[in-house]
């Protein structure tokens, strides 16, 4: 005998078996037994959750000679005739095949004739949305001259395509999509009834990957059981739904609580290497937060929706903040907007993993208005020191600032800061800089991320080229963190070294790496630099963010009055300029 789908065996045959539809259920067994059933209904609700089938016993119950508190017997000629598809008063359309007007006047048509054996003649339309526009005129004139003995189901999962003038002529019924704790119950029941075995994890998965359809969550066991050897095993779950175990999830979550990058990196690099796709891993991440979430707030009710409460999961909960969370599910969600239409959404779970890592620290550090308060306090400082700088120059032609300082001082970070920025070899890169090179890579520089293994193209991600030279090339980092872990790995520095040494001929440069934080006070204390050094510039940074605009090169003027001319530029454009002192 030919193998049979579990949807089919399992197929509910009384209202009671219907999973998760009480509410419906009862109501129209109440219908049955009282004989106030309704000319039309429309079942609506998401795939798989039982409307068909809640349709198909409708039919039997009402036809059935021996109906029992208004479920079928399942064993009388009628119900078995129904049950087998071979009784003619019960007609099944499928709309999605049969959309056509032809069809539905033959409907109305055959609709006028009384049922020939049964006490009611039932039409199932299922997919009813999918009728043509004359499709639906025709069917409305049959509802409008509503017939004793016919009764119309019609069921859709997307009831807003339904014109009101139908709907309105319908009892209406709302199918809820299925607890996983439900799913997972039926899954066990099956599995005990079949004698097969199974590990229970290995359900969850199902159910979840399910999404509420019972239909579908018996098509995914069907797989897991011609996969596995025996027993259904957690493994064999995930294989079929590419689902991650709870244990990957909170292994990625836990380093990204813990600020961990490269560990969270590693574990991301894992789940997608175990070939799961990234927006899946993204709504399976977000409902993994939303979880822990809202265990915080009300752990009985998680726990009865989902099987994901495991020990880990509770440790999870209690190490991460709802603040943290808040943040967390935020990024996710700003990221499932930027991957839906883009063909690299590995990149976008990179950076989202780093930028989770990082907003998880942000809680740490102060909030961010009293780092601007302390920026703006820092550069009037500045421009006063500045300003009596320029006047001092103007009037004696020499700086009030004391000795020049022939070495560049570190620049120093507002908060505490772990990487320290190679100032030096910063100003070696800007003192041969061009704005040809800088074009140059980037140009390439997508080019150059995709040539990146991934955890080095998920640390190249956010960051920028802002300045190159014939052999040097300055790269700013969106994070700290991430810079000084790009700062310390050597196999990145070759990678970019010879990978862009393939793809702009004869150019090999050096990286050198900033926090983007500190490169216009790098670019400005340079400018102080090269006038103190009476140096030469050729630096031509990239305009950004109209913070300051250096300027190009000039002609033969002596150090000081390039400063002065420099200067009066700045401040003629009411920029800011910084001292480095
Ligand atoms: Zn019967």
């Known amino acids: 005998m030919a193998y049979q789908a579990l949807y089919r065996v399992w197929r509910s045959q009384r209202f009671d078996d219907i999973v998760g539809q009480k509410a419906v259920t009862q109501t129209l067994k109440n219908a049955i037994v009282s004989h106030k059933t309704s000319h039309a209904y429309l079942f609506t609700g998401p795939r798989g959750t039982g409307k068909t089938s809640a349709a198909k016993i409708f039919a039997k119950a009402i036809n059935c000679p021996n109906s029992k508190d208004g479920e079928p017997c399942n ?14 008063d019960v007609i099944e359309i499928d709309a999605a095949s049969n959309n056509g007007v032809e069809e539905i006047r033959f409907i109305r048509d055959r ?32 509802l409008e001259e509503p017939k004793e003995s016919v009764i119309f189901i019609l069921a859709t999962t997307e009831p807003h395509k ?7 002529r319908t009892q209406r019924f709302d199918f809820k999509r299925i607890n996983a704790s439900d799913i997972v119950e039926h899954l066990e029941f099956i599995l005990k009834e079949t004698d097969i075995a199974y590990e229970e994890p290995a359900l969850g998965v199902i159910a979840r990957a399910a999404e509420g359809g019972m239909r579908d969550a018996l098509s995914i066991l069907d797989q897991a059981i011609s996969f596995s050897e025996g027993t259904i095993t957690l493994d064999d ?25 490269p560990k ?50 509770i440790e999870l909960s209690e190490s991460v903040s709802a603040d943290q969370l808040f943040q967390m599910i935020n990024i996710l969600s700003e990221t499932q907007n930027e991957i839906r239409f883009t063909n690299s959404a ?16 942000l809680l740490s550090h102060q909030p961010v208005s009293t780092v ?16 009596k700088e320029i006047n001092a120059i103007k009037k004696n032609g020499v700086s009030t600032s004391g000795p020049s300082q022939p070495q560049p001082q570190p620049v120093h970070k507002k908060q505490a800061s772990t990487y320290r920025v190679p100032t030096e070899r910063v100003y070696n890169v800007l003192r041969e800089a061009t704005r040809q090179h800088l074009n140059h890579v980037k140009e390439v520089w997508d080019d150059l991320l995709m040539s990146l293994s991934v955890t080095q193209r998920a640390m190249l991600k956010a960051s920028e080229p802002v300045a190159a030279g014939p052999t040097g090339l300055v790269i700013a980092f969106d994070y700290e963190i991430v810079c000084q872990r790009a700062a ?19 150019y090999a440069p050096e990286p050198v790496y900033i926090t983007r934080e500190s490169w216009p006070e790098i670019r400005k204390s340079y400018l102080t630099h090269v006038k103190e050094e009476g140096t030469e510039n050729s630096f031509a940074p990239e305009e950004s963010e109209g913070e300051i605009e250096l300027l190009p090169q000039e002609q033969e003027t002596s150090s000081e009055e390039t400063v002065v001319a420099k200067a009066e530029e700045l401040f003629g454009t009411e920029s800011v300029t910084v001292v480095d002192d």
């Open 75 to 88: 064993h009388c000629e009628m119900c078995q005739s129904i049950t087998a598809g071979t009784q003619e």
């Open 111 to 142: 609709a006028n004739y009384a049922p020939t054996k049964a006490a009611y003649k039932v039409y199932i339309i299922d997919e009813v949305h999918m009728l043509s526009t004359g499709a639906f005129n025709a069917l409305l004139k049959t």
């Open 162 to 168: 339904i014109p009101a003038t139908i709907i309105s």
């Open 237 to 261: 779950a995930m294989q079929v739904t590419g689902s991650l175990t709870d244990e990957m999830m909170n292994e990625y979550l836990n380093a990204c609580v813990k600020k961990e990058v």
């Open 264 to 313: 969270a990196l590693e574990s991301l690099n894992k789940i997608l290497a175990a070939g799961k796709e990234s927006r899946r891993f993204l709504e399976d991440l977000l409902q993994y937060c939303r979880d822990l979430l809202m265990y915080q707030q009300a752990p009985n009710l998680v726990t009865e929706q989902t099987s994901s409460v495991t020990s880990a999961f």
């Open 346 to 361: 590995t990149i976008y779970l990179e950076v989202a993993t780093v930028k989770l890592a990082q907003s998880s620290s």
């Open 372 to 387: 601007d308060d302390q920026l703006v306090k820092q550069l009037q400082q500045e421009i006063a020191q500045l300003k």
């Open 488 to 506: 310390n790995d050597e196999d990145l520095k070759l990678s970019v070294h010879n990978n862009l040494s393939q793809m702009i001929k004869d």
